[in-house]
């Protein structure tokens, strides 16, 4: 499992080997990242995996684009996760990616935007980087995990006056997605439509 890949020291050389290996080898190694960090990263991003990862993300495989996202989402959920893709500008990166030919790399990279937005570097980088189309687009027309990882997003963008005074011209499509057949998807459009009502 994770816990011995971690105690074994492997992390290091599976990230180096991700720059060398053949595609289906590639995507075993992502899946073995995703699970390992889900537990500690510390390792991996003292190993460079950031960058690394970030190649990935334009490989023209989908299945390694979507694990590379993927394995995002689990860095972005660690707190040193979250400053290590700002300072890594990997956020302009993962918006790029919400307009994949994919719906699974759409929604892991909103999967990945919805933890780092969490902090204020990322909230400002996504404003920057012009996240909140893209984010709307996945809202109106993908439906599941994408719509539902893309509505949290919006909401913390929601949160920044420029974002909030935006979103209230597009309340009507977080309207219709109280009548999703998911219920988390309607509980986050609820959320997300209080959020964008508030007034300061």
């Known amino acids: 499992g994770a ?3 971690l105690r074994a020291g492997l992390i290091p050389p599976l990230v180096q080997k991700l720059t060398m290996e053949l595609d289906e ?3 075993l ?3 073995t990242l995703s699970n390992c960090l889900h537990v500690e990263i ?3 991003l003292a190993a460079g995996a950031v960058t690394v990862l970030k190649e990935k993300l334009s490989h023209p495989s989908t299945a390694i684009r979507s694990k590379a996202a993927w394995v995002f989402l689990e860095i972005s959920s660690h707190t040193e996760g979250k400053i290590a893709m700002c300072k890594e500008e990997m956020i302009p990166v993962l918006v790029s990616l919400l307009e994949d030919t994919q719906p699974e790399v759409q929604a892991n990279s909103a999967g990945a935007l919805m933890f780092a937005l969490v902090t ?6 996504a ?5 909140i189309p893209p984010l709307l687009t996945l809202v109106a027309e ?5 719509r539902l990882n893309a509505i949290k997003t919006l909401t913390l963008l929601a949160e920044l006056p420029e974002g909030r005074e935006t979103l209230l011209d597009h309340r009507d499509t977080f309207q ?8 988390a998807v309607q509980r986050a459009a609820e959320i997300a439509i209080t959020v964008i009502d508030w007034k300061p």
């Open 176 to 183: 219709r997605c109280l009548d999703d057949p998911s219920e």
């Open 3 to 5: 816990g011995s890949v």
């Open 127 to 131: 404003m920057g980087a012009e996240a």
């Open 142 to 146: 993908e439906t599941g995990k994408a």
């Open 25 to 27: 080898i590639q995507e």
């Open 29 to 31: 190694i992502l899946d």
């Open 120 to 125: 204020p570097q990322g909230r400002s980088s």
């Open 42 to 44: 510390s390792e991996a």
